[in-house]
């Protein structure tokens, strides 16, 4: 088999060149031939050795898809040693992403040359992990111990500048990094630099007190995550203990992380993500539209975050809306937002009125004639909505794609409403959507292939995570919201208070309680809901008594000051109200429930499993291709902790069999809303967990 690592000598300058696309990871092949490449050069006529990728990117770190295998030799941290121990000068030579591992291997190097438009880090934390094939020695080597620490516990890469700055890297080339890296060789071997081992630089003297200071840092920001402090606990080793001894403890804690259900989780998210972005029965190639200027229909805080998204990316946008003085402060909200970013160092000035510059205010439906894609983002009235698209199938041009932003309604009614439902789709964004990552995508019955691969793909430009959905009441994320909440009430009236149900699910690690969510997105917008469907259509009632009450008080959330809590006029702070209890317990008692004391034990498997319910009977029907699509909607959109990896790949984790156990107790406990979704009672009966069954699909 040929290797994706070859060597040649140029001018008396070795050159090691790794060549594994996509992303140049460290395989054992990539492993193997680096090893064997550097033995070669031991004893060869070159003078001094490169090692430099082919491809988008140098090495962007081990590859993840051996992770969870038995490892095999060579393995990376004794390679790096090897390269380090190398008697001839070696200059790593990076270019693209040069992440985790493959950073790693640069720092192992003598010397760092870099492109301009190199980024650097350690993302491994993102993973469940952190360096370990010697970073958390030899960062602080060259950075001192706090850079080292904010580099390895934040995951971001930074620019070959800032890395420069750093130490991290010795010199930064705007072009040519090949030729660059070969003068770079032959000027250090002309010179007789001296072979610089990051292993034997002195470390900064820290005092114990600074490791204590960031460890509740860590602890604080890594909310329930342990890799971060894992990481801090080796970077200690740095310090305490010789080089030699520091690896062993990393390598012995990077281990430990390996095998541990937290970065299990991070990297079935990791995966899921990126299959979440391809289509079932269409190729990667599929034939797409072109997309250069985009049309939003409604200026609210949807149509602006929205707006604001395509802008960022580069995307011409109109923003319509119904008159002058709607449009004013729809445009006003994103003058705002771009401040915003400005104050908190997230976009220049000068980068902030770029982007807004993009975005173009109008009144008539003519203006969006050119537009390529059009998306409604007005708020949830079905008839509306068709009216909308009604008009716009008059003014827009043949071929543009036609988006519904809609959170529940029917995309394939709405595209009904068209003489063109083929080029109609859903593009639900999350609030805020300038921020939120993640991007449902739903496809109507008669959505044309292009259509889906456009919009799957532009989803990345303007850096979203789409995942597509079929058409279903709330679609994939809202529809499993519906059991989590109705839970979440439940337990509020059978004997909980608003913060036991939040505290309890925020210490289980979602970011947020499902009271607090509630107040956040208005409880008014359930009770309108309900007030249109007839009443044997609402649901149980002791699942929205109380919300019902406390809306008709005037309480809508936070937007009106108080909901299921008080907020605080000035700071905005949550506050406990016992006005709250005090409905509660009324409401309770009219509708003859004693109420009792609930353990957070109780209220978190409620919860979490009537997601997991919803979401097994979701991807039965099709709905959602696979269970991963699932996890990477409630990861990306909902503040589910991603190192639990998704409600589907945690039901994997605790097991179908006590899943399926503990909801059939609940069914004979609390009723037949809680019946075991058909696919949890096949795949116990079949001894399949989630996973083995949809790598049969
Ligand atoms: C590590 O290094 C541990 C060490 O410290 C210690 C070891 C002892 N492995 O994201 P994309 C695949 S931990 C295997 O769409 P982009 C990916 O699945 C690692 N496969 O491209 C996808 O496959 P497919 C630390 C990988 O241009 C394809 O490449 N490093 C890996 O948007 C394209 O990926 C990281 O965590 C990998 N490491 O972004 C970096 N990386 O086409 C993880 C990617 O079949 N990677 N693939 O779906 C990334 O962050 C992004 O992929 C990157 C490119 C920024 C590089």
Same mark, same amino acid.
């Given at each position: ?144 111990? $706090?850079? *080292?620490?904010? %580099?390895? #516990? @934040? !995951?971001? +890469? /930074? ?5 420069? &700055?750093?130490?991290? =890297? ?12 070969? $003068?770079? *060789?032959?000027? %250090?071997? #002309? @010179? !007789?630099? +001296? /072979? ?5 630089? &002195?470390?900064?003297? =820290? ?14 920001? *890594?909310?329930?995550?342990? #890799? ?470």
């Amino acid at each position: 088999m040929n290797s994706p690592v070859s060597y040649e000598i140029v001018d008396s300058i070795g050159v090691i060149t790794v060549d594994n696309p996509p992303v140049n990871a460290l395989s054992h092949a990539v492993r193997e031939g680096i090893l064997d490449a550097i033995h070669v050069t031991k004893s060869d006529e070159s003078r001094a050795v490169v090692i430099l990728c082919a491809g988008r990117t140098f090495i962007a770190g081990a590859d993840i898809t051996e992770f969870g295998k038995p490892p095999l030799e060579p393995y990376l941290p004794d390679l790096l040693n090897e390269i380090e121990a190398s008697e001839k000068v070696v200059i790593a030579a990076l270019h693209g992403t040069v992440l985790g591992g493959g950073f790693e291997t640069a720092l192992a190097c003598h010397y760092r040359i870099a492109l301009d438009s190199a980024k650097v880090g350690f993302p491994e934390v993102k993973l469940g992990l952190f360096p370990g094939a010697g970073g958390t020695q030899r960062v602080p080597r060259l950075t001192g111990i $706090e850079a *080292a620490v904010e %580099l390895m #516990a @934040s !995951g971001n +890469p /930074i620019g070959a500048a800032q890395a420069a &700055d750093l130490g991290l =890297v010795d010199k930064v080339v705007s072009d040519d990094l090949r030729q660059a890296a070969l $003068e770079y *060789a032959a000027d %250090l071997v #002309a @010179s !007789g630099a +001296p /072979i610089r081992r990051t292993r034997d630089l &002195d470390v900064e003297a =820290v005092d114990d007190g600074v490791f204590v200071a960031m460890q509740a840092e860590l602890a604080k920001r *890594a909310r329930g995550q342990i #890799a971060p402090l894992k990481m801090l606990e080796a970077v200690k080793g740095a310090v305490t203990m010789p080089f030699e001894e520091g690896l062993l403890q990393e390598r012995a804690l990077f281990w430990e992380l390996m095998q541990g259900s937290q970065s299990r989780a991070l990297r079935h998210i990791f995966f899921a993500e990126r299959e979440a972005a391809k289509i079932k029965g269409l190729p990667r190639d599929a034939t797409r539209r072109e997309i250069q200027s985009v049309g939003i229909i409604g200026g609210g805080t949807m149509g602006g975050g929205i707006a604001m998204s395509f802008a960022n990316a580069g995307f011409a946008v109109t923003m319509l809306e119904i008159d002058d003085e709607a449009l004013e402060r729809g445009l006003s909200i994103i003058d705002r937002n771009y401040g915003g970013s400005v104050k908190r160092g997230k976009l220049s000035e000068d980068q902030a009125k770029t982007c807004r510059d993009r975005i173009a205010g109008a009144t008539d439906y003519a203006s969006l004639a050119d537009c390529d894609l059009v998306i409604e983002a007005v708020f949830e009235d079905p008839q509306l909505k068709k009216t909308i698209f009604a008009k716009l199938d008059g003014v827009c041009k043949d071929g543009a794609i036609l988006a519904t932003n809609t959170s529940y309604q029917d995309v394939d009614a709405i595209a009904a409403a068209t003489g063109r439902p083929q080029d109609v789709l859903g593009m639900h964004f999350f609030s805020p959507a300038h921020i939120m990552k993640l991007l449902e995508v739903v496809r109507g019955a008669k959505t044309a292939d292009d259509v889906l691969a456009t919009v799957m793909a532009l989803a990345k430009k303007i850096r979203k995570v789409p995942v597509m959905s079929g058409v279903c009441y709330g679609f994939i994320g809202n529809r499993m919201l519906g059991p989590y909440m109705r839970e979440g009430q439940l337990c509020l009236i059978e004997g909980s208070t608003p913060s036991d149900i939040d505290t309890a699910m925020q210490e289980w690690g979602m970011a947020m309680g499902p009271l607090s969510v509630g107040d956040l997105a208005g409880l008014d917008i359930g009770y309108k809901a309900r007030a249109a469907l007839p009443v044997e259509e609402r649901g149980d009632p002791k699942s929205y008594r109380v919300s019902d009450a406390l809306v008709e008080m005037g309480r809508l959330g936070q937007k009106s000051g108080a909901g299921f809590y008080s907020y605080d006029p000035e700071t905005r702070k949550k506050l406990s109200d016992p006005a709250v209890l005090e409905i509660v317990e009324r409401e309770a008692a009219a509708l003859g429930i004693e109420r009792r004391n609930i353990d957070a034990g109780e209220i978190v498997d409620r919860l979490i499993y009537a997601l997991v319910n919803e979401g097994l009977k979701i991807v039965e029907e099709g709905i959602a291709q696979r269970p991963g699509d699932i996890d990477v909607v409630y990861v990306y959109g909902y503040g589910f902790p991603a190192w639990r990896g998704g409600p589907m790949h945690y039901a994997d984790e605790v097991g179908l069999e006590k899943v399926l156990s503990r909801i059939n107790e609940f069914r004979q406990r609390f009723g037949d809303h809680w019946a075991p979704a058909p696919l949890l009672v096949q795949l116990v009966e079949e001894d399949l967990t989630l996973a083995e069954w949809a790598a049969r699909q």
